[in-house]
RNA sequence: UGUCCGGUAGCUCAGCUGGAAGAGCGCCGCUCUCACACGGCGGAGGUCGCUGGUUCGAAUCCAGCCCGGACAACCA
């Protein structure tokens, strides 16, 4: 065995090891227990967020697995419309080449060619992370099989009436020239500024003395006004009302009409009206009957409907121009600065058009309505809870989803138009004529149009199931166990999968859903490749030199100018590249991160240390094996205070590890087997087993034995959160128990506190051990004694238990505090010494030489007055009247043993000191 | 503006069904001792955001406020 700890060798063989096995797929024995895996967009790589979610599905896979449980672990991909195809069409502009120049058919066709190198590119990250997914089972959205789920929602959807299609204003991407839904686009404060114009209001004899002020953040929109507005309690202007305005540059003459949606108190009170062009005017115009004028193309440059002057201009030259023909002609009364939201396509970060035209919705109420009610009864429950808030506040205010997108890769909607522009909606064109008894003469052409990936992926936890098949898969594991997934998807996804769940597979598609945080760096920054933040996770892994690191950050950025500025901050912060941490150790990390706040910091000091603790463990394993070699392990040896200790310790560390799991507390998991490890099985029971092995006698018999239990039941219960090391390891413990070792520790039992039994006294013998142990070993710090000095040791005032504890124990005491001696001795016959308290009973190192008058006096000082502090604040609970009365008996009890406690070391102290005192 | 989350040691965070302030990292000493220097031993460091209230007792419960963040919505 290599003496330290080294991921490379083991990780990969092991995985290769479990695949090859088949380990990963379901017993088919047991309760089920299914996760969906959020499939990943084949966009490109995984990045932190997805290896931090792996882990934890992967964790909670596992458990579930050892726990016995029919384990399905879902994996598969999303076809990310929008997403990949920007993505491909990046790489074709790069060529020089555009998706026209290629048509629909080359380009998709060089889409599915991209899917297939990313998809294997994810599937190879997703291995290295240790994802035990069931990879017989891999779907795609775009399969076959989930294409006709697809076709079959929409078209049952249609036939109930709860798809249609209808003419409104939708969320254009000009850039990318598709609508896009609500959550698509998102909006963010921005300077702009607020224009104001007069408008001249005609008299009766079509002359304008008189003109109102309206306010714009949007200057060319004005060519497509329709109206002027002002509220119908506005005194200022009620006498306006009904009369018309004739539209400055266009000529148009527009009605002022009352309405309640404006707000007096804002601006001048007056606003224009721009039905095409705005979603709150639409709703102005809706309600007064206004045409609708749109003024402008696909791109968002000005069409035919504008004055010619402005014919053709983009948006931005367009706004030019108006102000200035606006102020030319006297129009204009000022401008004033203004921050407004400006909404803005998440993909193209194009500046959002509210825009008239066709596209196909959800009527969203009536699915909506039974997923409110399933989380409202509780068929589905939010981890943590508060989550569900958020899920209802936007259920509650749900506006009809907009499913059609004007993009090539995704799934096309299955509708077909005749010439005259009606539509035909089934599963493909021959059941469309069939079900519309269309002829064969008539001809018809699909929707161009494409669906919302999340369309598909709200169908994901059945569809993946093979439904609308009625498999015994998806009998089995619909619904599903838990969900894992980012707060960032709960209405994109979530909401979605509970809707059409509800709807087409007859349940909830999850019983829970659990909701983790968003992965930034250490500073809290957001990872985005604009920020050249990212990690990856494979970097993490096998480490990455600085040269690497920086090429990679600042490659194929959109925005070259920050190249400088992302290349001098890496440097700085990875002055020596990242160095190999292996996958345990970052598995680790996102275990002890993964609580309940709202994102997680990335630290990699974090996984600096727990690469340690990997290091730690495979000492443990290495000096447990060293002494075991060859030895016959005898079974039915009797087991010393120190090995009852270690088990009873090992139970309740199993009972907090599964409280942990069941509870989603992977933090606290992590914690608790930390802390067995390190500081109870490495830093007592290990130096505890030292002595008792080299004595050789019959104790080392049950030393050996529970040094190799507690190690291979100790794999076990750190697996799902280690995969890699606790596999290599229990392996090599395993056969020295003499069991079969070719098998596996991912499919062993997981450790059962109940095998462990509860042993008070040894937790008490261990103890006091342990607090005599730490007395010397702090006299020995404090007075800087050679760790390895041996010391001889006096015990003042032992009572019955000390006595028999050392008569029992001193062996393991000597050993382990280096002591020369130990001996019971009376306060009167000790020769002056450094002191240190446990219990009543005093532990003295006598000075002789050893150790300066000077120093132990401050030392013992600076004891009495913490202790002082204790005592006086327990004398002020004692002698409130108050709390004596009122306080439970238990509470009161302890408060006075604790008082008496301090008191008699109070007492001891200042005898010690006194003595002390008396050398100088 | 609303909803939600957070404000505890230098940093990252536990603890929050109320009864003596915790961990990891960092820091300061000592130490390469026969599993491990990716180690061992010891130590320093906190008016638990602020103000009130409930209580014998509050980091923990309640109210208000301040600060930070996320998400919705929005006035042209």
Redesign the pocket.
């Known amino acids: 065995m290599d ?4 991921p490379k060798n083991i990780e990969q063989p092991v995985y290769e090891r479990w695949e090859k096995d088949g380990c990963f797929a379901p017993s088919g024995e047991g309760e089920p227990y299914c996760i969906m895996i959020p499939p990943p967009n084949v966009t490109g790589t995984l990045h932190m967020g997805h290896a931090f979610q792996l882990t934890v599905m992967d964790m909670l896979t596992r458990h579930a697995r050892m726990c016995g449980r029919d384990t399905l672990w879902q994996p598969g991909m999303d076809h990310a419309g929008i997403a990949t195809q920007m993505v491909v069409e990046r790489q074709l502009n790069a060529e020089g080449l555009d998706r026209r120049d290629l048509g629909r058919e080359a380009f998709v066709e060089r889409v599915w060619k991209w899917k297939e190198t990313s998809g294997g590119k994810i599937c190879e990250q997703q291995r290295r992370i240790g994802a035990s997914v069931d990879w017989s089972r891999t779907r795609f959205t775009m399969d076959d099989g989930l294409s006709e789920a697809v076709r079959k929602v929409f078209v049952d959807l249609y036939d109930e009436g709860l798809i249609y299609r209808g003419k409104r204003l939708v969320n254009w991407d000009p850039v990318l020239l598709t609508a896009l839904s ?2 698509e686009t ?2 963010e ?1 921005e300077d702009g500024q ?1 224009w104001h114009f007069r408008y001249p209001v005609l008299d009766d004899d079509g002359n304008h003395k008189e003109h109102l002020i ?5 200057p060319e929109t004005m060519l497509g006004d329709t109206a002027v507005a002002v509220h119908p309690d506005d005194d200022r202007f009620k006498t306006l009302i009904g009369r018309e305005i004739e539209l400055p540059l266009v000529g148009r003459r527009i009605p002022i009409i009352a309405d309640s ?12 009206i721009t039905p095409a062009h ?3 005017d639409y709703e102005v115009g809706q309600r007064h009957d206004l045409p609708l004028i749109n003024i402008l193309n696909d791109d968002a440059s000005l069409n035919d409907s504008v004055p010619e002057p402005y014919r053709g201009l983009t948006r931005e030259a367009a706004r030019k121009q108006v102000v200035a023909d606006m102020e030319r002609d006297g129009f204009l009364e000022r401008i004033d600065p ?1 921050r ?2 400006v909404p803005r396509g998440d993909r193209s970060g194009a500046v959002v058009e509210p825009y008239l035209t066709d596209q196909w919705y959800v009527r969203i109420q009536p699915l909506a309505d039974p997923a409110i009610a399933a989380v409202k009864d509780g068929r589905t429950r939010f981890v ?1 809870e ?2 569900s ?2 899920y209802f ?2 259920m509650n ?1 749900i506006q009809d989803w907009c499913i059609s997108r004007q993009l090539w890769w995704g799934h096309r909607i299955p509708a077909w138009f005749d010439e005259a522009g009606n539509v035909y909606v089934g599963y493909d064109e021959a059941d469309a004529r069939r079900r519309h008894q269309i002829g064969d003469d008539v001809a018809l052409t699909q929707d161009n149009d494409v669906l919302d990936t999340w369309f598909s992926s709200a169908l994901w936890p059945f569809s993946t199931l093979d439904w609308p098949e009625q498999t015994r898969e998806l009998a089995t594991y619909y619904p599903t166990t838990v969900l894992v997934t980012g ?2 998807i709960i ?1 994109f996804w979530v909401a979605r999968m509970m809707m059409m769940g509800l709807k087409f597979a007859g349940d909830v598609p999850f019983a829970e859903v659990y909701i983790h945080g968003l992965v930034r760096d ?3 920054q957001k990872m985005s490749k604009a920020k050249g933040n990212i990690l990856d996770p494979i970097d993490i892994i096998d480490g990455i030199d600085l040269e690497s690191l920086v090429r990679k950050r600042t490659a194929s950025m959109m925005q070259p100018h920050l190249k400088d500025k992302i290349e001098k901050a890496t440097r700085k912060q990875f002055p020596k590249g990242i160095p190999s941490f292996g996958t345990d150790a970052m598995r680790f990390t996102f275990a002890s ?1 993964a ?7 990335f ?1 990699l ?2 996984v ?2 727990y ?2 603790f ?3 463990i495979w ?2 394993a ?2 447990v094996l ?1 002494n075991t070699d060859g030895a016959a392990i005898r079974t039915d040896a009797t087991p010393g205070v120190a090995e009852r200790w270690i088990r009873t310790r090992f139970r309740a560390t199993v009972e907090e590890v599964q409280r942990a799991f069941e509870a989603y ?1 992977f ?2 998991a992590a ?1 608790a087997i ?2 067995f490890v ?2 109870e099985y ?2 007592w029971y ?2 505890l087993t ?1 002595p008792t092995l080299r004595a050789d006698d019959v104790g080392a018999d049950a030393a050996r034995q529970t040094l190799l239990e507690m190690l291979e039941a100790t794999m076990r219960l750190a697996h799902p959160v280690m995969p890699f090391i606790t596999d290599d390891l229990w392996r090599r413990t395993r056969s020295r128990l003499g069991a079969d070792a070719t098998g596996t520790v991912m499919d062993q039992p997981f450790p059962k506190a109940a095998d462990y039994a509860e042993d008070v006294d040894a937790e008490h013998d261990v103890a006091w051990l342990k607090g005599v142990i ?1 007395g010397v ?2 006299i ?3 007075m ?1 004694i ?3 000095k041996p010391l001889p040791v006096l015990l003042v005032n032992a009572t019955e238990a000390d006595r028999s504890r050392l008569h029992e124990h001193g062996t393991l005491l000597k050993e382990l505090a280096r002591l020369e001696s130990v001996t019971l001795s009376e306060m009167d016959s000790a020769p002056p010494s450094a002191t240190a308290l446990h219990g009543v009973m005093q532990i003295l190192v006598p000075m002789a030489g050893l150790i300066d008058p000077v120093a132990e006096a401050a030392r013992l000082t ?1 004891q009495i007055e913490k202790q002082r502090k ?1 005592l006086a ?2 004398h002020g ?1 004692l002698g ?1 009247d ?2 004596v ?4 008996a238990d ?1 009161l009890a ?1 408060e006075k043993a ?1 008082a008496a ?2 008191e008699s070391a109070l007492t001891r102290l200042d005898q010690r000191l006194s003595a002390v005192n008396a050398m100088l």
């Open positions: 003496k330290a700890y080294d609500d959550l998102l909006s404060e607020l309206v306010a714009t953040t949007r949606y404006v707000d007096p108190e804002f601006g001048s009170g007056c606003v224009k705005d979603h709150n203004h407004l939201m943590p508060n989550w808030k958020t506040e936007w205010n707060f960032d209405f250490e500073s809290g991160l609580t309940t706040g709202r994102d997680i910091r630290d000091g974090r600096e240390g690469r340690n990997c290091n730690k000492n443990a290495r000096y060293m507390r933090d606290r914690q930390y802390e390190w500081h490495c830093d290990l130096e030292k730490l070993r702090q020995r710090g404090e800087n050679a760790p390895g600076k204790e604040k327990t609970k409130n108050k709390f009365s009122n306080a439970p509470i302890k604790r406690d301090l």
